[in-house]
């Protein structure tokens, strides 16, 4: 289970392109499981969240063509055209 943030960016943002959304809980879950608890946070509102550093990297692989839906609790492409 030694993982790098980037390995779990990639693995996100693979799954993102293959399903066209990213729910947070199901990544947790995944990332837990896969990658172990280090990856993994408690944040200010009480949800468990995806390690900073993963999700700056996975920014960057989308490059703003994903958005974070704060209602819904999930990642989602902004336009139907996902790029390879």
């Given at each position: 289970m030694s993982a790098t943030p980037d390995e779990i960016a990639r693995w996100m943002?693979?799954?993102?392109?293959?399903?066209?959304?990213?729910?947070?809980?199901?990544?947790?879950?995944?990332?837990?499981?896969?990658y172990g608890e280090a990856y993994i946070y408690v944040n200010e509102n009480g949800h468990a969240s995806i390690d900073k550093e993963i999700k700056k990297t996975f920014k960057k692989l989308h490059g703003g063509k994903a958005a974070w839906d704060r209602d819904a609790f999930f990642w989602g492409w902004t336009s139907a055209i996902k790029e390879d």
């Open positions: 943002f693979s799954e993102m392109k293959n399903t066209g959304v990213l729910y947070q809980a199901a990544a947790v879950e995944h990332i837990r499981a896969h």
